[in-house]
């Protein structure tokens, strides 16, 4: 379903989301979050993980095929979020089959009023 490209692509556009980032702002001034995040900054593997990130950052040519190589995952994956959201959206579509399309419901005349059941509210038997 979800590849990796995929998932970098909807981060991308998450992020791009304000209400998505507003909620974001509010899990990191969580202090269980903070604490979390804490433990995996002093974790040695995590330490050891930016360690290499950053001597590897040095190397002008390992950044700039490292930026390529993004640039390609996120176009891959919009591109295939796109197609995912297609399809999902057209099988939505054919599980409706027995509903009529808008085009052909009938209208409503401008001062009809909705159907409501015919109990009234807030009268108990």
Not at 71 to 98: N, W
């Amino acid at each position: 379903m979800f590849n990796n490209n995929m998932m970098l692509a909807q981060l991308l556009q998450d992020m791009q989301d304000p209400e998505m980032m507003r909620e974001a702002q509010k899990m990191m001034a969580d202090p269980a979050f903070q604490e979390r995040m804490k433990q995996v900054t002093e974790n040695a593997a995590f330490k050891e993980s930016m360690e290499k990130a950053q001597e590897m950052m040095k190397d002008e040519d390992k950044v700039k095929e490292l930026e390529e190589q993004m640039k390609k995952r996120v176009e891959d994956g919009t591109k295939e979020l796109e197609d995912f959201k297609k399809k999902s959206a057209e099988l939505e579509g054919e599980g409706d089959g027995d509903k009529k399309p808008a085009a052909d419901a009938p209208k409503k005349k401008k001062n009809q009023k909705p159907k409501t059941s015919s109990k009234k509210k807030g009268k108990k038997n």
